[in-house]
């Protein structure tokens, strides 16, 4: 069971010891709200245990796979708001996954605060280097937990009914009462330990995946050296050294030592395999960095994001240094910065004419600069929306400067005057300033740029964008002045390869505009230039950089699609991170490749200048070749409860959508299986034709079918379809927020093959 590895992790480690005893600490949630909790690291190793210091006080539990990260110090700005009341050597804050809110603690002293610290990093580190034997002990050890309501350490049959409803397992109660009497070896009317192990491996026992290896296995009870190669060659299309690569899977996932010996994998082996990383259908070879990262900026889409200091809605929501910090740590290499006049000639940021919180820019910046790097080396572009005094300017440039150092690019890299835009290879630990400049760049070079203090620049921001887009919908024609507006040389130095200017047509671009121009749309203007000139925009793309934001009216901070703007090339398509749903799934799909840094790289059609390719009519380009994408869906395994009704028992479909250009969207749903989140079985098979498969993402979205109102959704996974592997493979679910919830997933075969 989990328990006794955790026991052999525990002993020698005074981290862990001590966290076992206990400790009671300050939680804060604010400068004035401060309260002491009791916190405890539970026998598992696995949970932490809290409650209020008072007698009879509820208590609450946090998994610690449910934690992503330990900052020590004063790293969030509830404890920095503090930093004056606790010194930062007893402060520390436990960031968790998804979009749940920061954990912030004070010790009352700095060992304390060390232990929790290296106490928890190796926590997680141990979780993240078990091995899938391991991880199945895990889940059964928690579930056990979880039913063992007396915690005797043992499971009578009432318990052992109340658990199949938690696991979504709708079971007659005969049948469970043969499993329970079939796992209780000692006869004692309990399950213990080893019992309860073999009660979870008879309820999850996979006939599907049995069905699979009986085909191959010539004697029925194991797969041998060639056998396995077989099913990897005909099944799994596998490609590589087919002897060496059977070896390490029998060495890899193998669990008994005579199989080995034979050179054999038997039945637990296989199943141990399919659902590692290895047999799962994303392929492990894309998920490190593989593209070539030497072509200019323009030719990579860029993981960006929208309003980034927003945590909430975009009128009334709060503002906080943490969306930067929690942007940056997802691989989001473009963040939004809108910078407004303060008090005490400081600098702020917030969403203008609006009721959202301020937050200072400086503390931005230092955001910035501690996060930019520490996921992705690979460049981070600052995108300034400037409605601050020349005096504030001033200051917003010394700050940059002074707070990022030789972070900051502040001039071409190899100090002439460029002919086009330097790669994130060349930009490689480099922060670049979107904003607009005084002049152009080839100016500064030929010393044709007044030594003014300031210069006039158009104003054109999202402010003006949005107003225009509201006349348009209003149906009122009347253009909107274009006011100029100040700006200091100061901030107009800071900016390189990225000058904000207005768009006027893509006729007067292609004549007139340079490279390190960079150009803003709201999505639907993006969608009108896509409607009536996808060639002429895709063109545009290949040349320079382009940034797509959604409309004003989103004002619940929503996303648009952003499949349709990377349709057209457009690479900094700006998703407000803070809202879980379609279009980040799309975002954390495609850019879960290519080791999640931030770039990747647009396919060669949309590269080349020469080349042609409008999305609107895919078969028109060179090298058009359409593929036909077969999925069959088998069955699913342990998928989360939805609803909190204790009785309620999912009814789960499995839905399949094609995101590509307009020709390859498309979705197809199973049907859905009658009361069982735990075991369903389809064996239906979709079918899709994609005719740009380059740019194709494919999503797989389980729901709980409910005849008289709206499906609940239950889990998905996003990929791009270039990035499947073939064969049977499972598909590990993720959460609304993007976050795994093992041990849910889905057993699908796959096949692509090219259309005659």
């Excluded at 199989?259 to 039945?267: C, E, P, Q, S």
């Amino acid at each position: 069971m989990a328990s006794t590895l955790s026991g052999l992790r525990i002993q020698g480690d005074g981290n862990l010891q001590s966290m076992l005893v206990g400790t009671v600490m300050r939680k804060i949630k604010s400068r004035t709200w401060k309260k002491q909790r009791y916190f405890k690291l539970q026998d598992d190793c696995m949970t932490i245990w809290y409650t209020s210091k008072k007698a009879g006080n509820t208590h609450s539990t946090f998994s610690v796979s449910d934690v992503e990260a330990i900052r020590d110090g004063h790293q969030s700005e509830v404890l920095l708001s503090i930093a004056d009341e606790f010194p930062a050597d007893r402060c520390f804050t436990l960031v968790f996954r998804g979009r749940r809110g920061n954990l912030d603690l004070v010790t009352e002293s700095a060992e304390e605060a060390q232990s929790w610290i290296r106490g928890m990093r190796k926590l997680i580190e141990n979780l993240e280097n078990m091995g899938e034997r391991e991880k199945l002990d895990q889940w059964i050890g928690d579930w056990f937990r979880k039913a063992d309501k007396n915690n005797d350490g043992r499971m009578n049959f009432k318990e052992v009914q109340d658990l199949l409803k938690m696991m979504n397992v709708d079971m007659n109660e005969h049948h469970a009462h043969r499993l329970f009497t079939m796992a209780d070896k000692s006869q004692s009317g309990t399950l213990e330990d080893d019992e309860f192990v073999l009660f979870y491996k008879m309820l999850t026992q996979r006939d599907d995946v049995l069905k699979v290896f009986q085909e191959y296995s010539v004697d029925g009870q194991k797969l041998s050296q060639s056998d396995l190669e077989d099913f990897l060659r005909e099944k799994q299309l596998d490609g590589v050294d087919l002897q060496q690569h059977t070896k390490q899977l029998i060495e890899r996932y193998e669990p008994s030592d005579t199989a080995k010996l034979l050179n054999a994998m038997t039945f637990d082996g296989f199943l141990m395999y399919l659902g590692s990383a290895e047999g799962s259908i994303f392929n492990p070879q894309w998920r490190g960095v593989f593209q070539d990262m030497s072509q200019p900026l323009c030719h990579y889409f860029i993981s960006s994001s929208h309003n980034t200091y927003l945590m909430e809605d975009q009128l009334r929501g709060q503002s906080s240094v943490e969306g930067y910090i929690r942007a940056l740590s997802r691989g989001c290499r473009c963040v939004e910065v809108d910078c407004w006049d303060g008090a005490n000639g400081e600098p702020i940021v917030y969403h203008g004419h609006t009721f959202t919180s301020k937050i200072l820019f400086k503390d931005v910046v230092n955001a910035v600069s501690n996060y930019a790097f520490k996921v992705s080396e690979y460049p981070v572009i600052l995108s300034i929306e400037n409605h601050c005094s020349v005096e504030q300017q001033r200051v917003m440039a010394r700050h940059l400067n002074h707070i990022l150092g030789d972070k900051l690019l502040k001039s071409t890299l190899d100090g002439k005057a460029p002919v086009g835009l330097p790669s994130p290879e060349d930009l490689k630990r480099k922060i670049l300033l979107k904003a607009k400049k005084i002049g152009g760049l080839e100016e500064s070079f030929n010393g044709m740029v007044e030594d003014s203090q300031t210069g006039e620049v158009s104003d054109e921001d999202e402010v003006a964008e949005i107003n225009e887009d509201n006349l348009h919908r209003e149906g009122v024609c009347r253009r909107v002045k274009k006011s100029k507006q100040h700006l200091s040389k100061e901030l107009s130095d800071c900016v390189v390869y990225c000058k904000s200017v207005h768009f006027s047509n893509f006729k007067h671009s292609r004549i007139h505009s340079k490279f390190y121009e960079v150009a803003s749309f709201t999505e639907s203007k993006a969608r009108k230039h896509l409607r009536e000139a996808g060639t002429e925009f895709v063109h545009h793309n290949s040349r320079q950089l382009t940034r797509v934001y959604p409309s004003g009216f989103r004002t619940d901070s929503s996303n648009f699609n952003p499949q349709e703007m990377w349709n057209a090339g457009c690479q900094i398509v700006a998703l407000n991170f803070q809202t879980a749903g379609e279009g980040m799934d799309l975002n954390d799909g495609l850019f879960g490749q290519n080791g999640s840094c931030g770039y990747v790289l647009k396919p060669s059609f949309m590269r080349e200048v020469e080349k042609r390719f409008d999305p609107e009519t895919p078969e028109q380009r060179d090298g058009y070749q359409p593929v036909v994408l077969t999925i069959q869906v088998i069955s699913g395994q342990q998928l989360p409860k939805v609803n909190i009704k204790e009785d309620s028992i999912v009814d789960p479909l499995v839905r399949v959508e094609i995101h590509g250009v307009p020709m390859d969207q498309a979705k197809q749903e199973t049907r859905y299986i009658e009361n069982n989140g735990f075991n369903p079985v389809w064996y239906d098979t979709l079918r899709f034709t994609v005719h740009t498969p380059e740019l194709a993402m494919v999503r797989f979205v389980v729901e709980d079918y409910d005849k008289t109102s709206k499906n609940d959704f239950v889990g998905q996974y996003t990929l791009p379809l270039g990035c499947m592997q073939q064969g049977y493979r499972h598909i590990h679910l993720l959460s609304r927020d993007g976050t795994s919830i093992p041990p849910s997933s889905l057993f699908v075969h796959i096949r692509i093959k090219e259309l005659d």
